[in-house]
Structure formats: C-alpha cells, structure tokens
C-alpha cells in the first residue's frame, strides 16, 4: 500500500524549503505571499510530525540543524520536480494566463516597467504580473520567480539571459547651478564643486563615478557634501540646485525634457553594466514567460529614445552613442 502525503505536511515541506534558502520566515512569508506567522506554524508542524528539529532559532536568525540540512536538499528536489510538471502543463497551453513573477531593481521597475504594464495588460487580460521591486538578490529557482531584470551580464548555468540595453551614466546638475558655479570641463574639474552621491543599500559603499579619459578609465569617489540611498532621491536633489551627481540616463531624461537638468561632462561619459533579463531553463517554453520577453524589446528599444534625448541635450554628434 503506497502512503500519502497529506496537504498540511506538503505545505510544512513547502515552507520549511522557502525559509532555509531565504534565512527567514519574514522573506519566506513575502515570497509565497503568506504571513510571517503561517510560515513559522506551517514548519512548526512538520517538526512535530517528523519528530526532528530542523533549525536553531535566535532572535535574528534561523540555522539549519544537521537533520534540517539534509531535508532541505531533499525538499528543494521535490519542489523541482513539482516546478517541472507545472512548466510542462504551462508549455501545453498556448494562451498567457496565470500569474507572471517579474523582479526588477526599483528604478527601473518604477521608470521603465510600471507604465507600461497597463499596455501588456491589455495584450494578455488573462495574466497577471506580480512585479517585486528590490534590490534584494533574489534566487528565480528557489524563489519561483519567472523572469529577473537585473544591471550585469550574471552568469549562472541555470539560467537563460538576454542584453536588454546598456545602462549609461552621466553626470547632470541644474541650469541654476552651473550659472551659479560654473561647468567643468573635465572629471578633474569637480574638486571643489558640491557633489551629491548615490551609496548602495545592499552594500553601503558609495558610487564611484565613471570617466573615460582617452584610453583610460578614470574613477572617482566625490567629497560628496549629500550622499543618498535611493537613486530616484539624486535627481531629485540635483534639480533641486545640490550641486552635480551621477544618474541612469533613464532617470534623468525626464528632468531633462523639462528643463531642469542638463548632462555634464557627457563627452568622458561610460557605458556600465548591461541592463538584463534572466530566466530559469525550466521556463524557456513557457507562454507567460515567452510574451513577457517579447515585450521586454518594446520597452528597451535601440536606441533607447531615453539615451537620445540626453544625447541630444549634451550635443553629441552620435546619436544614441554614448552619453
């Protein structure tokens, strides 16, 4: 006679597998979209059921026991194995439905995605996009995220990737403070300008500032007189009259149209990282999957009419070269 597993002890097993890889039950709860509580009950559960303690809880911190280690490769192979039967049944239908995981940092989904979400909507009224906006680095595997934009070709063997647009960086300030301090000509020139900064969450180092200089690259780490952790809040301090700082061209552009930035020192200008899309091998036939990427080239068109128009402001002769 072949046992069966009951649902409350799958949902433990489903649970207990998102909180290990995650290293809370508060991430774990935000990736099934279930509460904190639900999590730590649903686990608690399966620890009584198997009569095992599989993590070593403080305050902070959950860590894997030695018999919560080798469950939880063992969970993550049955939650691939569930993952593979769902994406064949998805890659059986021809039609986009269902509900589509996005991950984006949160400038771009908020500049780039967000508004053109309601146009995708339209196309595929039968599948919803649950859009995640962090600059968490999040696990698609494990997380059951379909599709990740994210700035760096990052390679990782279980997934598929694709160079959406490059992600340039230009110097900009407003009108008012140029008149007031004046514009310098080369990097060299911003000693003894007002400097506003950019300073990573995930990491806390500030924004080093890219130039290229004849054949060398040239980075700086400004005296910055405001620093901020939020990319959005620069331009904002810029138009403002801060003083000169470094923005994504596709922030920046509509300050520009406006008139409330201008490019500085565009002409040493440096392309970084890609901007790019990845996607787990299990998803390559998937519907929602294949629609969301078709989609994706509307948004990132070459050129990128973001990075023209800031061209065009700086005066470069090259039309959508770099800025």
């Not at 995650?22 to 904190?36: E, I, K």
């Amino acid at each position: 006679m072949t046992a069966q597993i009951g649902l409350d002890r799958l949902t433990g097993l489903i649970a207990f597998a998102r909180a290990a890889s995650l290293g809370s039950y508060t991430a774990a709860a935000r990736s099934l979209g279930v509460s904190p509580s639900a999590v730590s009950k649903s686990v608690q559960r399966l620890e009584q059921h198997l009569g095992l303690r599989l993590f070593s809880r403080t305050t902070r911190s959950l860590t894997l026991t030695p018999e919560g280690r080798d469950l939880h490769e063992r969970a993550l192979r049955l939650l691939r194995e569930a993952e593979e039967i769902e994406q064949a049944a998805f890659a059986a239908r021809a039609e986009p439905a269902g509900t589509l995981k996005v991950t984006a940092p949160l400038p771009i989904g908020v500049h780039l995605l967000a508004p053109m979400l309601p146009r995708f909507r339209e196309r595929y009224p039968k599948l919803a996009v649950d859009l995640r906006l962090s600059d968490r680095f999040v696990d698609l595997i494990e997380e059951g995220v379909d599709v990740a934009i994210r700035v760096g070709d990052l390679a990782d063997s279980r997934l598929i990737s694709r160079q959406l647009a490059p992600q340039r960086l230009c110097a900009f300030a407003s009108p008012a403070y140029l008149a007031r301090r004046g514009t310098p000509r080369h990097p060299e020139d911003l000693v003894g300008h007002d400097c506003v900064n950019f300073r990573y969450q995930s990491s806390g180092q500030s924004l080093r500032w890219p130039f290229r200089v004849g054949e060398r690259v040239l980075e700086i780490v400004p005296d910055a007189g405001i620093v901020l952790d939020v990319s959005d809040a620069v331009a904002v301090v810029l138009a403002a009259g801060g003083g000169i700082g470094i923005s994504a061209s596709y922030i920046a552009a509509p300050y520009v149209q406006r008139g409330e930035l201008v490019p500085v020192l565009a002409e040493f200008a440096l392309d970084r990282a890609p901007i790019t899309a990845l996607w787990p091998e299990s998803r390559r036939g998937n519907p929602n999957v294949k629609a969301f990427l078709a989609f994706l080239g509307e948004i990132f068109p070459s050129p990128a009419p973001w990075d023209l128009l800031i061209a065009r402001a700086a005066g470069l002769e090259r039309m959508g070269g770099p800025v």
